[in-house]
C-alpha cells in the first residue's frame, strides 16, 4: 500500500492569511493526487484532482501543486467558510488517505 | 444534480451481518465507477469497496476482502454493501461515493452525506 504522510495535523491561521497544507507519499504516485475538504458533521468535498485540477465550483482561492511524492494544498485569502479538515488522497495505486489537516481561524 | 443517498445503517452486534444501499441520481449511473469509504468516529477516511460500471469487477482492501461485498443495480441507479461477520473495528460513518475520472482507479468527485454502522454487543 502507498502510504500518505500529511502534515500539519492542526493548523490555525487568520483571516485572509494564505494556508499551505503538505502531503508526501511513499512512492511516486505521478500526479494521482486530490484533495478534499470536510466540513464538521459533513460527507468530505472534492476540491482539487489530478494535483492541480479544480473541482466544478470551488473557489479559485484554492490551488494545488507538487509532482512525485511531495504535494501540496494552498488556500489564498482564507474565509471563515474554509474552516474544516482537509485530506489528501492518492489514486495511483488502490486509494488511501492522507491523516488530515483540522484548520481552525486564530 | 449528483445526489447520493445511502441507506441501511444502524446498530448491530459483533458477528452479524447487514447490508447497506445508496441510491443515485442526477447522472447516468451505469457509466460510473462506485465505491464506498468509511470514516471511523474522530478518524480518518479509509476506502472499502470499488466497483465497475457493469459490476463484474470488484476491489477490496485486505481490511475487508472476504467480509464485505459490494454489488450495483444499473436498472435502480442503486449500490449496495453487504457487511458479513462485522467487527467493532467496523464501526464507523459510510459514504457512497462516485468515481470520477472515468476509471476504476481515481477520485471520488460526488459524495453521499453518509450512513453510521455500530458494530457492538
Known amino acids: 500500500d502507498i502510504q500518505m504522510t500529511q502534515s500539519p495535523a492542526s493548523l490555525s491561521a487568520s483571516l485572509g492569511e494564505t494556508v499551505t497544507i503538505e502531503c508526501r507519499a511513499s512512492?511516486?504516485?505521478?500526479?494521482?493526487l486530490a484533495w478534499y475538504q470536510q466540513k464538521p458533521g459533513k460527507s468530505p468535498q472534492l476540491l482539487i484532482y489530478?494535483?492541480?485540477s479544480l473541482h466544478t465550483g470551488v473557489p479559485s482561492r484554492f490551488s494545488g501543486s507538487g509532482s512525485g511524492t511531495q504535494y501540496s494544498l494552498k488556500i489564498n485569502s482564507l474565509q471563515s467558510e474554509d474552516v474544516a479538515s482537509y485530506f489528501c488522497?492518492?489514486?495511483?495505486?488502490?486509494?488511501?488517505f492522507g491523516g488530515g489537516t483540522k484548520l481552525e481561524l486564530k | 444534480e449528483v445526489q447520493l443517498v445511502e441507506s441501511g445503517g444502524g446498530l448491530v452486534q459483533p458477528g452479524r451481518s447487514l447490508k447497506l444501499s445508496c441510491a443515485a441520481s442526477g447522472f447516468t449511473f451505469s457509466n460510473y465507477y462506485m465505491a464506498w469509504v468509511r470514516q471511523a468516529p474522530k478518524k480518518g477516511l479509509e476506502w472499502v469497496a470499488t466497483i465497475s460500471t457493469s459490476g463484474s469487477r470488484t476491489y477490496y482492501p485486505d481490511s475487508v476482502k472476504g467480509r464485505f461485498t459490494i454489488s450495483r443495480d444499473n436498472a435502480k441507479s442503486s449500490l449496495y454493501l453487504q457487511m458479513n461477520s462485522l467487527k467493532s473495528e467496523d464501526t464507523a460513518t459510510y459514504y457512497c461515493?462516485?468515481?470520477?475520472?472515468?476509471?476504476?482507479?481515481?477520485?471520488?468527485?460526488?459524495w453521499g452525506q453518509g450512513v453510521m454502522v455500530t458494530v457492538s454487543s
Open positions: 512512492e511516486d504516485i505521478y500526479n494521482g
Open positions: 461515493a462516485r468515481l470520477g475520472g472515468g476509471t476504476g482507479s481515481g477520485y471520488f468527485d460526488y
Open positions: 489530478n494535483a492541480n
Open positions: 488522497q492518492q489514486y495511483y495505486d488502490y486509494p488511501t
